[in-house]
């Protein structure tokens, strides 16, 4: 850890007993740029982002999405984005993983 330490200062927060290892092939992932990037690209074609929305039900044969307040969703592809609540959500047991 050390050595990682020299070459980031900023790993210096970390405990001591962490370990770590530097590979001079690797690539390094600038997930806010990804992420942007898929959002746009995915208006770009056509979908339709919501924000904010507590999704109450997932139906795969009829391609629909209950939110809590009601409102159905129809479309051909779903893709649900829970974040932090990801295994409230396939806890309910709408998906298995």
């Known amino acids: 850890m050390t050595q990682l330490r020299q070459r980031w200062p900023g790993l210096g927060a970390l405990p001591e007993d ?3 290892f530097f590979a001079h092939n690797a690539g ?10 898929c959002k746009r690209l995915s208006i770009e074609q056509g979908a339709d982002l919501r924000y904010g929305q507590v ?3 997932v139906d795969t044969e009829r391609g629909t999405v209950t939110l809590q307040d009601g409102k159905v969703l129809k479309a051909k592809h779903i893709v649900v984005c829970c974040g932090a609540f990801t295994d409230q959500f396939y806890s309910k047991g709408t998906f298995e993983m």
């Open 55 to 57: 999704v109450k039900a």
């Open 28 to 37: 390094v992932v600038k997930a806010r740029e990804g992420l942007q990037a």
């Open 18 to 20: 962490f370990a770590g």
